[in-house]
């Protein structure tokens, strides 16, 4: 995982491949206040980005997730989130598979001991490798969070 601001992209530019870059660029050069929920397409099914407004919620009502085809850049417009994280590995059971369809698959829940807390203009890279709870409040305090999540597509 890598995590960081808005304000600290351009350092870490030097430093990613070509497709995170286009989306870390993305993210710093939009003002989120004025995009709606929606799917934006930023290079066909290759890269698309993912606007939704929702509440966090306990982390006991969220199941760990990963993908195969498409890494996760998630971004916080508003608000305030705690994301779990742990590695995939393979003694971790898939309890719900859509990958086919969207890419998504739910893991018997894990206790993983790592998280980040994500706040207005934070981001974290997630990777097909790594399993990631997301949408988790901090402080058992619910938060209305605005979510942008730059799906790129793994080569």
């Known amino acids: 995982m890598i995590f960081g601001h808005k304000n600290d992209i351009e350092k870490l530019l030097p430093y990613v491949g070509e ?26 099914e290759k890269m698309y980005a993912n606007v939704e407004n929702y509440t966090t919620a306990d982390r006991s009502t969220k199941k760990p997730e990963a993908h195969n085809k498409y890494i996760d850049v998630q971004y916080l ?10 590695p995939r590995t393979a003694d971790v059971k898939i309890v719900e598979d859509y990958a086919e369809k969207r890419d998504l698959l739910f893991f018997e829940n894990i206790e993983e ?8 203009g934070d981001f974290a890279v997630l990777f097909p490798w790594e ?25």
Request: proline content about 3%; aromatic content about 8%; hydrophobic content about 40%.
């Open 131 to 155: 399993l990631h709870r997301p949408g988790c409040n901090v402080e058992n305090e619910p938060s209305a969070v605005q979510k942008i999540v730059v799906k790129i597509a793994v080569k």
């Open 19 to 44: 497709d995170l870059r286009k989306a870390l660029e993305y993210l710093a050069a939009t003002d989120f206040s004025k995009v709606a929920d929606g799917r934006y397409v930023l290079d066909g």
């Open 77 to 86: 417009g508003k608000g305030t989130e705690k994301i779990y994280f742990a």
């Open 113 to 120: 001991n790592d998280y980040v807390v994500l706040n207005a």
